[in-house]
């Protein structure tokens, strides 16, 4: 939605795995767009055969379900994502959508029509479009693996702060891609009813987060050492002299990493790797609501977490209290964590 201005707005879990509403040009028309997300068999190879089985739990078909969403007062466009390409068969529905192989006219268009007509002869939407609506306005999406979807959205956060004039780190490029996938995990696990306008995700929303993501970094950027964080704990509720040993612990711990003597190399990376992998998690389950803490509470059980990870140190190495807290508090400072509570 911070990438395309037709794109108003997202529904999670809803009609569909997913819904996304555009705006047609610049006139009133609106397009549906309803996903749906088959990637539970890293191995499925999808084929008209598995594309039309009907499953007995649901009665119906891929094919049928995804025809069905056709009833609404919006243009309706059908995506399903999946992690391998499909066969043959259906390669046509993977081209883009103005491609003169995906005319029906095309012998494989052709073929496929065939196909789903001698399987589902008749069928057609709620609204009296048949399977050669759908086959014109399906897109199939293969989207490989986990690390080649991250890999794009980095590259395309990257380019979005580069077009607004903000060069982003990548630690806080994997910090902003956590907070949207917790915004869309959050939003997809409420139920409907009481909770539907949490379940769409708006693109002014949308723009409103990025603004504020954006001014933050460009803010702490300016600001000198140790003043974000205390804004930050200051925001969370944390009492003054907290704040102040905080800041301490934060300007020891950069002196320290400064020094070759005090750590090797492998070590430094490996109790930072640690911190930022505890704190990750304790932030994203507080965005999901699995914690149920305000900021001054959540400081403290990430306080905790350093205290575990010293616990947990090994035998015979010595105590790294104020180091692994001053790395927590490090983050803090270079905007890749906040302690106070999403905004309900």
């Known amino acids: 939605m911070i990438e395309d201005a037709n794109l108003l707005k997202v529904h999670c879990e809803t009609h569909d795995d997913l819904v996304l509403a555009r705006a047609a040009g610049s006139g009133a028309e609106r397009i549906a767009e309803y996903v749906q997300v088959k990637a539970e068999e890293s191995d499925q190879l999808w084929t008209v055969a598995t594309l039309c089985e009907k499953k007995k ?3 119906s078909s891929l094919f ?3 025809l ?4 609404h007062s919006e243009t309706a466009r059908f995506r399903i994502v999946t ?4 066969a043959s068969a259906l390669e046509p529905l993977t081209y883009p959508a103005d491609s003169e192989f995906r005319s029906l006219e095309c012998e494989a268009m052709k073929e496929l029509h065939e196909e789903l007509g001698r399987r589902f002869p008749g069928a057609q939407s709620p609204k009296g479009n ?3 609506y759908w086959l014109v306005h399906c897109r199939w999406d293969p989207r490989y693996d986990l690390q080649t979807v991250i890999k794009d959205n980095q590259r395309r956060l990257f380019a979005l702060g580069n077009r607004a004039g903000c060069v982003l780190l990548i630690e806080q490029i994997t910090t902003l891609l956590e907070e949207l996938r917790t915004m869309a995990k959050a939003a997809s696990d409420l139920k409907w009813v009481p909770h539907r306008a949490k379940k769409i995700i708006t693109r002014g929303f949308m723009l409103n987060w990025w603004s504020d993501k954006l001014r933050e970094i460009v803010e702490g950027a300016a600001q000198k050492s140790g003043g974000k964080l205390a804004d930050k704990l200051v925001a969370a509720g944390v009492s003054a002299d907290i704040v102040g040993l ?10 320290l990493i400064r020094s070759p003597r005090y750590m090797e190399s492998d070590e430094i990376r490996e109790f930072q790797g640690r911190v930022k992998s505890d704190a990750l998690t304790l932030r994203t389950r507080l965005m999901s609501g699995a914690l149920k803490l305000d900021g001054a509470q959540f400081h403290a059980r990430c306080v905790e977490q350093m205290d575990l990870i010293n616990a947990n140190r090994p035998a015979g190495f010595p105590d790294q209290s104020a180091f692994l807290k001053g790395c927590l508090y490090d983050i803090a400072d270079r905007c890749l964590l906040r302690f106070e509570p999403p905004a309900l």
């Open 246 to 255: 905080a800041v301490e612990l934060r300007r020891d711990y950069a002196s």
């Open 68 to 71: 069905a969403r056709d009833r």
């Open 130 to 132: 048949d399977s050669s």
């Open 57 to 59: 739990s649901l009665n």
């Open 83 to 86: 992690l391998r390409p499909p």
């Open 64 to 66: 049928e379900r995804s």
